[in-house]
T-cell receptor
Framework: DTGVSQDPRHKITKRGQNVTFRCDPI?????LYWYRQTLGQGPEFLTYFQNEAQLEKSRLLSDRFSAERPKGSFSTLEIQRTEQGDSAMYLCASSQGQSNQPQHFGDGTRLSIL | AQSVAQPEDQVNVAEGNPLTVKCTYSVSGNPYLFWYVQYPNRGLQFLLK??????LVKGSYGFEAEFNKSQTSFHLKKPSALVSDSALYFCAVRLLSGSARQLTFGSGTQLTVLP
């Protein structure tokens, strides 16, 4: 169990640019989640995959956001035409198939928009 | 809809004293409840969960939590606090059944243990 890995840890970009984050879940976990956390708040759900299928999307996930998990292993989260309000910590989590299993989180990607 | 409230933004306790971090929840059904801890610039680390069964749940690092259905609470406790327990604590809930898989988190409580 090497834990959930996220890359990069930090991303600084100019407003209007596109960014992509990667998440590698724990290898035997079939469920993968993306959350966004702003300063002083708890994480907010963005989207959820079971294997390669994206099963849930939050209303927070505007049309500028897209997530994929093409082979049911790693996942990417892309933000197009970034805005100041996108500045946040983006957290990835994974869990095993049983619904009562805890989600295990990566250390996140901190996005700063200049 | 489901929600979590952590009424205290900040809790201070002296090292060696017992600590309590409060959490109340609202769900339309039976809940799964979780506590996570977050250290600066890190992700969330799982502490414990309540699914069914005994109302007192024991978790990592000596933490425990008490589920109270009538009060819809799930307070985190530790008999003797350590300075190293200082961190940000989050309570989270999800429904026992249904299609929703995501966790709903509270806004967090910053715990400071004073030496």
């Amino acid at each position: 169990d090497t834990g959930v890995s996220q890359d990069p840890r930090h991303k600084i970009t100019k407003r209007g640019q596109n960014v992509t984050f990667r998440c590698d879940p724990i290898s035997e976990h079939n469920r993968l989640y993306w959350y966004r956390q702003t300063l002083g708040q708890g994480p907010e759900f963005l989207t959820y995959f079971q294997n390669e299928a994206q099963l849930e999307k939050s209303r927070l996930l505007s049309d500028r956001f897209s997530a994929e998990r093409p082979k049911g292993s790693f996942s990417t989260l892309e933000i197009q035409r970034t805005e100041q309000g996108d500045s946040a910590m983006y957290l990835c989590a994974s869990s095993q198939g049983q619904s009562n299993q805890p989600q295990h989180f990566g250390d996140g990607t901190r996005l700063s928009i200049l | 809809a489901q929600s979590v409230a952590q009424p205290e933004d900040q809790v201070n306790v002296a090292e060696g004293n017992p600590l309590t971090v409060k959490c109340t929840y609202s769900v339309s059904g039976n809940p799964y409840l979780f506590w996570y801890v977050q250290y600066p610039n890190r992700g969330l680390q799982f502490l414990l969960k309540y699914i069914t069964g005994d109302n007192l749940v024991k978790g990592s690092y000596g933490f425990e939590a008490e589920f109270n259905k009538s009060q819809t609470s799930f307070h985190l406790k530790k008999p003797s606090a350590l300075v190293s327990d200082s961190a940000l604590y989050f309570c989270a809930v999800r429904l026992l059944s249904g299609s929703a898989r995501q966790l709903t988190f509270g806004s967090g409580t910053q715990l400071t243990v004073l030496p």
